[in-house]
């Protein structure tokens, strides 16, 4: 339900996406090891983070960002180094 | 990039960005206008209501210009109180004074007015430069002299001015905010929906240019500080939802599936029957007011706007604040170039201003709005519920009399409230109205 609702909506964004992420883990051992229900998952309105139970790690899908800011200070552990895309790239808002 | 001095760079391209940078344009200074979209509003988002009154003091008789990209001038606002999901209550108010050009306030395309209004602080001479990302403001024996961008370039200038929104690098960088936490920020998620006009004017009852705005409070916030709008375009409407970041992260709750639960609401299907999402958004609003209130001005530099928490939640006011503080920070910048002083002494003029317009005593006067909620937000569910009961009671006929009912009613209140609390609410309460 949640994945369709949110896959459907980003589809009628334009992004104009950079080669590297503006979006990083800092440090993927305390997702691993001490972030108990992963909020950023569940939060992110853009459905960029998604937890990997095999890997046991947090995947960053930075294409989907909509520039929000909001997983910065969601994460309990200030473990997301979110920084804005370089000049012209990411999100680019219709109507806003 | 260009090599000469600006008198001022002035960081975001947003209703603060291109007011200062228009009214200091305008009174001769020379300014750098940086937006990190590819244009105006490329990354902006708002619900969007916009005040006229403090467009009008930046550029004065808009309404007269044929760009102008406002949608519908709004002559009814309505709040509706929810509880569960069957039961609800309107008010209504239509202002017949509010017909007349210019209107109180008006909805807008975000996008569409963001790149109307840089390009009337380009036409008084401002310089926009857009898809430039600013990496860190250039410092100088203490003092701010200009930016450093994300491809490694340098502008110079005698001042900088962060209007770069909620999230604000420079005002981070310059050390005088810290990361928001989560109950200084609401997040807020939307759609725009296409549907004609014949359909729009039909379900709202309007005519010509005529519109209108909900606010949904109550049960349509699931228990968290937030509420639901809907706004009429010209052939779009704007739905959606905000909700403090603290509230959402104690519930789990998906800012889409909120969204979802909004736009399934049995009012608002009915309302936006038929509707196809033209686009999804989501965006912070700075909630912390005053409490959250950065320094002003420094050595070299001001803020305005959200990146300085101007936000008045209760009245749904923010871009207004914006274009004022801007308007106040453009005319600083022209007295300090006058005076060949951008010095932090020089500056504290903008603080001064913003404490003599209205900005300062409408934040001053909610800066406990939110905390006073949040010290017993069952407020927020149990007098929708009671309200809808008592009206419940007021219009069901049956074999009791009236006395009967009225008094249930006041017990009911009684007992799920009690006197002492109802007085405690509303002492809690008095400034979010008014």
């Known amino acids: 339900m949640s994945s369709s609702a949110v896959d459907a909506r980003l589809g009628l964004l334009t992004y104009k996406n950079d080669h590297e992420s503006h979006i990083s883990i800092k440090n993927q051992d305390v997702c691993a090891n001490q972030c108990k229900d992963k909020p950023c998952v569940a939060l992110c309105p853009a459905a960029v983070y998604t937890w990997d139970d095999v890997k046991k790690n947090t995947k960053v899908q930075y294409e989907n960002c909509i520039e929000c800011g909001g997983c910065r200070m969601i994460c309990p552990y200030l473990n997301i180094d979110c920084h804005w895309p370089r000049g012209g790239f990411g999100v680019a808002y219709k109507y806003g | ?434």
């Open chain 2, 1 to 434: 990039m260009p090599d000469d001095i600006f008198d001022a760079v002035i960081v975001g391209a947003g209703p603060a960005g291109s007011a200062c940078a228009l009214t200091a344009a305008a009174g001769g200074a020379n300014v750098a206008l940086l937006e990190r979209g590819e244009y105006p509003g490329a990354k902006n988002v708002q619900g969007a209501v916009l005040y006229a009154k403090h467009l009008d003091a930046v550029v004065p008789q808009f309404w007269k210009d044929p760009s102008f990209p406002g949608e519908r001038n709004i002559t009814e606002q309505r709040v509706v109180v929810t509880s569960g999901r069957e039961d609800w209550i309107n008010f209504s108010f239509r202002g017949g004074r509010y017909k007349t050009e210019p209107p109180n306030c008006f909805t807008i395309i975000r996008t569409k007015f963001d790149q109307w209004f840089a390009k009337k602080a380009e036409e008084k001479g401002a310089q926009l430069f857009t898809g430039v990302t600013v990496s860190e403001p250039i410092r100088t024996n203490g003092s701010v002299k200009g930016v450093k961008t994300s491809d490694a370039e340098e502008l110079n200038a005698h001042c900088v001015v962060a209007c770069d929104g909620v999230n604000s690098l420079i005002a981070q960088k310059l050390g005088v905010i810290d990361e928001w936490k989560m109950d200084e920020v609401a997040m807020g998620v939307k759609e725009v929906l296409a549907i004609p006009k014949e359909k729009i004017d039909d379900r709202f009852a309007l005519e010509g240019n005529e519109g209108l705005t909900i606010e949904f409070f109550g049960s349509i916030s699931q228990g968290m500080i937030g509420y639901a709008f809907l706004y009429t375009n010209k052939e779009s409407l704007s739905l959606g939802v905000g909700a403090k970041l603290s509230d959402l992260r104690r519930k789990m709750i998906k800012p889409y599936d909120l969204l979802d639960f909004v736009k399934t609401h049995p009012l608002i299907s009915r309302l936006i029957k038929d509707a196809k999402p033209l686009e999804y958004s989501a965006h912070l609003i700075p909630e912390g007011g005053l409490h959250s209130m950065p320094p002003l001005y420094g050595d070299g530099f001001l803020i305005a706007g959200d990146a300085a928490q101007m936000v008045n939640p209760t009245h749904r006011e923010g871009s207004n604040l914006a274009m004022t503080a801007g308007h106040l920070a453009g005319q600083t910048i022209v007295e300090a170039k006058k005076n060949n002083d951008f010095s932090k002494s020089a500056l504290a003029a903008y603080e001064r201003k913003i404490k003599a317009s209205y900005v300062w005593p409408d934040l001053w006067e909610h800066r406990n709005v939110e905390k006073n909620v949040e010290k017993d937000p069952s407020i927020l569910e149990v007098y929708p519920r009671l309200l809808c009961e008592a009206m419940y009671h007021h219009f069901t006929a049956d074999d009791r009399p009236k006395k009967e009912h009225k008094k249930e009613t006041m017990k009911m209140f009684l007992k799920e409230r009690g006197l002492f609390k109802m007085i405690q609410d509303a002492w809690r309460l008095r400034d979010a109205i008014g």
